[in-house]
C-alpha cells in the first residue's frame, strides 16, 4: 500500500496526469487521491500548469454526476 502523505499524492496525479488527462472521480476510485482539488491547487502553486475542464461522468457504482472535473496537465510554469 503507498503511503498517503501530500508529497506522495502530489507524485501520484504528476504521474497520473502525465499519462493522460483524469478527473476527479479518476483520482479517488483509481488512485486513492480522496481530495483531489486541494491537491491540483498545491500543485499549481508550485508552478505545475493544469487546467480544469467540466464533464459529466460516472462514478464505478453507476452513478452520473454532472460538472466533474476532469484535470489537464500542460506542463510546468517557467516563472
Known amino acids: 500500500m503507498q503511503p498517503t502523505s501530500i ?35 498545491e500543485l499549481r502553486d508550485m508552478g505545475y500548469k493544469i487546467d480544469t475542464v467540466c464533464i459529466d461522468e460516472h462514478t464505478p457504482d453507476n452513478i452520473n454526476h454532472k460538472g466533474v472535473a476532469k484535470y489537464v496537465l500542460l506542463g510546468v510554469s517557467n516563472d
Open 7 to 41: 508529497n506522495n499524492q502530489h507524485l501520484t496525479i504528476l504521474s497520473a496526469l502525465t499519462d493522460s488527462p483524469k478527473s476527479t472521480i479518476d483520482l479517488r476510485h483509481g488512485y486513492g487521491i480522496m481530495q483531489p482539488a486541494p491537491r491540483i491547487k
